[in-house]
Structure formats: C-alpha cells, structure tokens
C-alpha cells in the first residue's frame, strides 16, 4: 500500500509496480477529472499538482510520490482560474481544459501577473487540439477580473 | 400538417435526395443584428463542468463489470497472416475472450494498411488485455505495398471511376488567355489527434445494446450498429453527452465499436474498447496527401478564361475520393473550368473527413496559383479576385442563398493596407510579407432534424434532443435560440442531448452542419411552446401578462412544444464565404516561417454566439497553421511503415506557435435560408489559412511554395529555386 494526500485527504492506495499516478486517481479513486490522452507525456491533458509543482501523472509512478500532497482538478473547482476559463471561452472540447488549469493555476502561484512570454513558456507543453489558446491566455492574463 | 417533401441533403459536399417530414410553422426572420440574447456573447452553459472535470466523456466511464479491450493490428502494411493462435493469450490471468479473423467483418487475416485489426482481447484490466495480446501467436507474410499514388493511377488501382467535371471549352479558354500559369502542388497526410480517442462500450441489455461512444453522429452510430449487428434500431441506444474531439474523425461506429459489442455479447458483460495514442496515429483516419497539377489563363485585364486540373487523391485503402476539385470548380466566374480527379487505393490507412475535406487541400493550390498569376499580370491579388467574382453559382446556374463575399474584401482592405508597412520591416535575414486566400465551402445543414421544448410552472425551459456537442457550443447556442424566442433568460434554459434514447432524430456534428441544421429547429419547437402558452393566456382573458405569469398556473403540467429543420430552399446553392489577411515573418537564412498575424473575415449568416464563434475561427486557423507548417504523417517509402507514431514525433502546434488573430463576421442572415439565416462555422476557418501563408511567403520572399507542410526544407528549396531564376532574369540580358 502506498499513502497518499489527494485534494486534503488521506488514502492508502494499492501502488502496484508500474501503475502510474493517473491510473490511481482515475481508476482507484474515481477522480476522473484527471483526463488521460496520450498515456506517454507528451500532451499534458493529465497534469496534476505534486506538492504544488505540475507532473504529468501518466509518467509518475504512484510509489514515487508516497507522502506528498496531490491536488487534482477536483481540488481546484473553486480556484478563481475556472470562472476565467468559462469567461473568456477558453475551451472548446473540454479535454485538455483540466490539465491547461492545473497548469496554469502553478503558474499564477509563483507569477500572480505573468507575461504574454511567461505564459507561452509555462503553457507549451499543454495541448489543445481545438485550439484555445488564445483565450487560454486570456483566462490567464484575466484570471484575477 | 405534416407534409412529406422531397429535398436535398448536402453534407461537406456531397449531395443525396431525401424525403423529409415537414410539420413546422413557417417563422419570419428575426430582423438582422444582435437580439436580447442571439447575437449576443454568452459563455458555454456547460463550461463549468467542462472546466472543473465534472464533464464525463467516454473515456471516464466505467460501467459495473466492465471489461477491457487490446486490439491486434497489422504491423506491416500489406501482408497475410498465416499462422494466428489466440491460445496463449486465452491462458493468461483475467482474460475472459479472444477474437480473429472469422469472428466478426471487422477482423481480417488479409491486412492491406497498418493498423487493421487482426484479433481482440478483453480482460479485467487493460493491463492484461495488453499482456494477452502479446501472447497471441500471430505470423504474417509479409508482401510489397502499393505506396506511390501516381502509380496507382497508372495501374488503374482506383478506389472509384475518375471523376471529371467539365464547363464550357478549356482549349479555347487557355487560346484566348495572354497570360497562363501552372504548377503542381502537393499537400501531406495528416492526422486528426482528437485528445479523447475513439472508443465506445457496448453492453447488450435484453435483446438490445447499449453503446457509450464518442462520436459526432448518435444516429449515424445507431443505424451502424444496427445494420452491423443485425438489429432493429430501436434496439441500438447511443449515449455520448460530452465528447473530446473529432474532427471529422467520429462519424461511424468503426472496428472499435464491432470488437467490443462482439467481446460483450460473448461475456455478457460491459465492454470497452479504446484506441491508444498510437493506435489514433494508424487506424483512426487522416486527411489524405493530394498531388494538384493546376492550370490557370487570363486575358492581361484579370480576367479569368479558363482553368483545368488534374487532382489525385491519395486516399490510402478506403474512405472516399474527396472534392480536391471543390475551390477551382466553385470559387470564381470562369466560363472554361475541366478537373479530373484520382482516387488512389493505396497500402496505407484510410482517409476520413477532416474539416473542410477537399477544399483546405484544393484551396492550397488554386489560391496559392492565382497569386502567381496576379504577379505575372502586375494585378494587386486583391483586385484580381474582385474582378473574377462568381455572382451566382457557375457549376450548376443556380443563384446563392446568401453572398457577402465582397463585403468580407471589403473588410479585409484595412488588412490588406498594412502590407507596405509589415514589408518595410523586413532585414537582410528576416523578410516579412502579407498574403490572403478565399474562402468557399457548405455549412448550410438542412433536414431532417428535430427538437422539443419543455416549460414548467417555474418558467424554466428545457430544450430536448438527441444531438451531441463536440465541443463547438452547441449547446449554448440551442439555448439562447430557445431563450430569444421564449422571451425568458438564458439561465433559465437547460439543454438535455446526447441520449438516442431520450429525443428526437438530431443532425450529424460535421459538415458545418449542427447550428443551421438544428437552430431552427429549436427556433420552431421554443416558437409552438410559446404559441401553446399564448393561448392559455388568451382563455384566461390576459394576452398580454408575461410568460412566468401564465407558466405558474400550470402546477405539474408542463407545456410541450415540438419543432422539425424545414427544407433547404429549392434550387439555390447555400454556401459560406470568407477570406483571410496572414503576415509572415521568414528567416532566409534557416527557412523558419513564423506567422505573426491572421486577420480573417467570414460570412456564414447570422450569428448565434459571437464569443463562440470566434472561438471557431481561432481554433481552426490555428489547426491550419499546423497543416500549414508543421505537421505531417510520415511513412517509409520501402516498407510503408508508418514513422510518426506519437505526440512528440507529429507536431501540432503549442500555445507558443500562435499569432495574433482577429476576427470579424458579416453577421448579415441569409434571406433564403430556414427561419434563422444561419449557416455553420466549424469548417470555413481552415480553408484558407494554408493558401494565405504560402502568398505571404510569395510576397516576403518571391519564393513559390508549393509543398505542404512548409517545413524549413521546403522553404530554403523554394527560396533557392526563386534566387535561381532572378539569376537567370537578371543575367539573361548580358547574354544577348
């Protein structure tokens, strides 16, 4: 078993060899606002916060994190970014949207007031296919409206 | 009354004669311009569970029971397999079916692309699903693929007849040209990459099943299964409320669906069937490459006298021969206008829609073409394409529902004005130019297409109807259609969709379709509620209290209101327009492209959302730019093995690659067309994005690329070819 902190609660989950951050949250706790698109880190749509700092949870081990504190979309459901995203139509889909929050909600933690160039650097390895991204830094640029 | 009529269905191009039932009202048009709530930005109703992952799509799914699916699938391109042992894989801990060739259609033993299913496990984790399917003993004979599609068309290897359009005298109009121009351009595979990838569950309830599926197309998907299946319809119930992406790519039920309704009717238990990012790459769909060899005259005035081409689609093992041929055959007035176009069969995956197919390809060639034309007659591009405007449709005489074409040139002008400017910005290494294309495509939906509206004594609405949101916005737009006509607030309106099984027959999401085929359907049922609550006033003796008024009367009752897409108008052509203003930032020393602005202008009728809808003209410009720029699927060209198999290989653009985008929609309803005057939006961004970059390099640089994607290789080919001949115009006098 492997102890685990998600959103403010404690789990002991299985953690198996090999099983993977985002198998855990979506599959053992149902925390399916996680989305999983690639399953090989490349495209960010499972970005999750591990002690406040952005990770792909399709390439975290689950045992790596033992002991830290995980936060996940559904941790972030009050966090100012949200409305910003549905304000400025920052999503077409909707797949990557939690991924491009999670991402974005690191960003404004360290950088309350990025740059256009801040938020292109911090924002790159998110994809969306439909294309928001010009909304997406809107949301960003905006998120405090 | 209903009334039964015969019209035509037109989806991305292609035409059928249908018979519909019309039981609606006739409707006047709104007036033009912004109402109290159509025409007016709204955010998605649904954004907030989108956005905090509350959304369930498919993929989150997970039934009772459920099981999981790994899929076999030819690894070479064109082989037979001769040897298949499911044994092993039946063997191993939580495999509880195995599936090959025989079972179902949709599993061959003779493999003609990589990536078609061969045999299926399913098992209680995907872990061991995929433990299984290394397990199964499979050897194939491994034979040479047919790669090359001029060869195709050589041999006869078609996936159809040619097909060859043809108006007026070419021979006669390239005679009477002063000027002619021809090149041959070509244009790359390319992939989809929705971020959910296809997948469904299928579980048999009763003598029926239930098929969880991201598409785009619920009844499409019903009367698939249905017929692969052998069932009734009505046996087949299709869910999909939220859906992440397609693109053209999830119209069918596809081998992923028939692999898990066939392991779910062997276990009696949910199945699912999901394609991995890798699998998305081979057996998912793609636009296909196109080789053009086009030909343009006109007289040293501009004006157009005659244009030919011959197109060869390279369609890869099936799909369909798309309108490459689409742009030069509709775009502008030209009285001499002949295309062939090829369909080549070929060892590779089959094509699938992909916004706007046929005409981002074709509209890459012709406009990038007539802008070498402009150059050779010294006509502004801008003036040329004024000049050679179509007034009504030339392919078959009839006149158009609605064109503002010269008003989105008109609006382009301030754009197209900042080209002295963006060129004297240029420097020894960094050349900038503006370049534009024209806009043509469908997006006129039509029937049949249905909707109901429910109002409570709460004066609450609920719009129901089996249609599906694939991420455009629909949904809020339904509602504020419904909001407008009912006279209530937007937040007062709940849109249920997404359930065959809960609503009526709803459109397919492509084609540009959803808005102007389901819009004034909503229109129509919001209009009979309204109409129903009108009369309980009028018995009440008070025509004139408001709605709430009337509604809170009714207790427990509801009023049900039902409203049908009528017809499309007869013998007119419903299309949409726009043109699109791109300026260019090229390093002549490294070849890089960089687009630095994109200014695009469309008219697709009245618009419903304005937020959305820019949403829908940036996000298909930025898929365009990746088309245009960087992304394509690469194969082998011995062995046909596929090379770009995942997310860092094929490279589809990142929120660092996009330009500044402005937006502008003529907004003005098409007269003709249903009581709404809309027409869609998701496609007629990408058409010409790839053309005006291409003409933007022309003006930058006067390299002619003709060569999608414009990789740095294809830059610094075109720019030294460009340096040639200025070589050769330069030194050709001393020699004389």
Redesign the interface.
Same mark, same amino acid.
């Given at each position: 078993m492997t102890q685990l902190s998600v959103n403010g609660h404690d789990y002991a989950v299985h953690g198996d060899v090999?099983t993977t951050l985002a198998e855990t949250l979506?599959?053992e706790l149902?925390?399916?606002?996680?989305?999983?698109?690639?399953?090989?880190g490349?495209?960010g749509?499972c970005t999750v916060l591990v002690d406040g700092t952005p990770v792909l949870s399709c390439i975290t081990l689950v045992h790596t994190v033992e002991g830290s504190e995980v936060t996940?979309?559904?941790g972030? =459901?009050d966090h100012p970014l949200?409305?910003a995203?549905? =304000?400025t139509?920052a999503?077409?889909?909707?797949?990557?949207? !939690?991924g491009q929050?999670v991402s974005a909600v690191a960003l404004v933690s360290r950088t309350p007031d990025p740059s256009s160039d801040e938020?292109?650097?911090a924002?790159?390895?998110?994809?969306?296919?439909?294309?928001?991204? !010009?909304?997406?830094?809107e949301a960003i640029r905006t998120w405090r409206d | 009354m209903a009334r039964l009529i015969r019209t035509e269905k037109e989806v991305e191009g292609r035409y059928e004669e249908v018979w519909i039932v019309v039981e609606e009202d006739a409707l006047e048009q709104w007036p033009a311009g912004p109402r109290r709530i159509v025409g007016q930005p709204a955010a998605r109703i649904d954004g907030r569970e989108r956005a905090t992952g509350q959304a369930v799509y498919t993929a989150d799914l997970a039934l009772p029971g459920m099981l999981h699916t790994a899929v076999l699938r030819s690894p070479h391109p064109r082989a037979r397999v001769t040897h298949l042992d499911l044994a092993p894989a039946l063997a191993l801990p939580g495999v509880h079916a195995a599936i090959g060739p025989g079972d179902i259609p949709q599993l061959v033993d003779e493999c003609n692309y990589q990536g078609v299913a061969v045999a299926a496990v399913c098992a209680d984790t995907l872990a061991e699903a995929r433990a299984a399917v290394r397990a199964i003993d499979a050897r194939f004979d491994v034979l040479e693929p047919l790669l090359d599609p001029d060869e195709a068309v050589a041999r006869g290897h078609l996936l159809a007849e040619p097909r060859v359009r043809s108006r007026g005298d070419v021979e006669r109009g390239f005679a009477d040209a002063d000027v002619v121009v021809e090149a041959e351009f070509r244009t790359q595979v390319v992939l989809h990459n929705s971020l959910e990838t296809h997948q469904a569950i299928v579980e048999w309830v009763g003598d029926g099943v239930d098929v969880n599926i991201s598409t785009q197309y619920i009844w499409g998907i019903r009367d698939g299964v249905a017929e692969g299946l052998g069932l009734p319809p009505d046996k087949v119930r299709v869910v999909c409320h939220y859906m992440g992406g397609g693109f053209g790519s999830k119209n069918s039920p596809d081998d992923y669906t028939f692999i898990a309704a066939e392991l779910a009717r062997r276990t009696q238990r949910a199945v699912k069937c999901a394609l991995t990012r890798r699998e998305e790459h081979t057996a998912a769909g793609n636009r296909n490459a196109t080789i053009q060899r086009l030909r343009i005259g006109a007289r040293s005035d501009g004006t157009l006298t005659a244009m030919s081409g011959e197109f060869v689609n390279a369609v890869g093992w099936g799909g369909w021969s798309s309108s490459t041929e689409g742009p030069m055959q509709m775009l502008y007035a030209c009285p001499n206008v002949s295309t062939t176009t090829h369909g080549a069969k070929l060892n590779l995956p089959p094509m699938k829609a992909f916004r706007a197919p046929g005409f981002v390809e074709g509209t890459f060639g012709l406009e990038a073409l007539l802008d070498e034309l402009a150059a050779k007659l010294d006509i502004d591009p801008l003036e040329l394409r004024r000049l050679n405007h179509a007034d009504q449709d030339e392919v078959e005489g009839r006149a158009y529902s609605g064109k503002n074409l010269l008003e989105c040139y008109r609006r382009a002008e301030a754009h197209w004005n900042r080209r002295h400017e963006v060129r004297s910005r240029s420097t020894d290494v960094v050349k900038r130019g503006v370049g534009m294309a024209s806009q043509i495509w469908y997006g006129g939906g039509g029937p049949p297409s249905y909707a109901w509206v429910r109002v409570g004594s709460d004066g609450r609405a609920a719009v129901v109807t089996a249609m599906q949101d694939i991420g455009t916005g629909t949904r809020t737009a339904m509602a504020q259609i419904a909001a407008e006509e009912l006279g209530i607030p937007l937040d007062h309106v709940t849109v249920s969709l997404g359930d065959s099984a809960r609503g009526p027959y709803a459109a397919i999401s492509a084609g540009s379709s959803t808005t102007p085929s389901m819009g004034p359907a909503v229109r129509a049922a919001a209009a009979d509620a309204r109409r129903q609550i009108d009369e309980i006033a009028e018995q009440r003796g008070t025509p004139d209290a408001p709605l709430a008024e009337i509604v809170a009367l009714l207790e427990d009752a509801q009023i049900l209101g039902k409203g049908a897409r009528g017809p499309n108008p007869t013998g007119m052509q419903v299309l949409t327009f726009g043109v699109q203003v791109v300026e260019v930032a090229v390093d002549v020393e490294t070849g890089e492209v960089t687009v630095e602005r994109v200014a695009a202008v469309h008219d697709v009728g009245r618009v419903i959302n304005p937020l959305g809808a820019s949403s829908q003209i940036e996000g298909g410009i930025i898929q365009g730019i990746g088309h245009t720029l960087s992304e394509e699927r690469l194969h082998d060209r011995v062995t046909g093995r596929l090379l770009t198999t995942t997310l860092e290989s094929y490279r589809m653009p990142t929120i660092a690659d996009v330009p500044e985008i402005v937006s502008e929609l003529v907004d003005e309803p098409d007269p003709h067309l249903t009581n709404l005057g809309s027409k869609g939006l998701g496609e007629p961004p990408i058409v010409p994005i790839a053309a005006a970059i291409a003409n933007a390099i022309r003006d930058a640089t006067g390299a002619d690329v003709r060569r999608l994607p414009i990789s740095r290789e294809e830059m610094l080919r075109a720019l030294r070819e460009a340096a040639a001949r200025e070589k050769e115009r330069v030194g050709a006098p001393a020699r004389v």
């Open positions: 090999g979506r599959d149902a925390l399916t606002g996680t989305k999983v698109a690639c399953a090989e490349h495209c749509a996940t979309i559904e972030l =459901r949200v409305d995203f549905v =304000r139509d999503l077409q889909c909707g797949f990557c949207t !939690p929050i938020i292109k650097h924002m790159a390895g998110n994809i969306c296919r439909c294309g928001a991204y !010009p909304k997406i830094e | -």
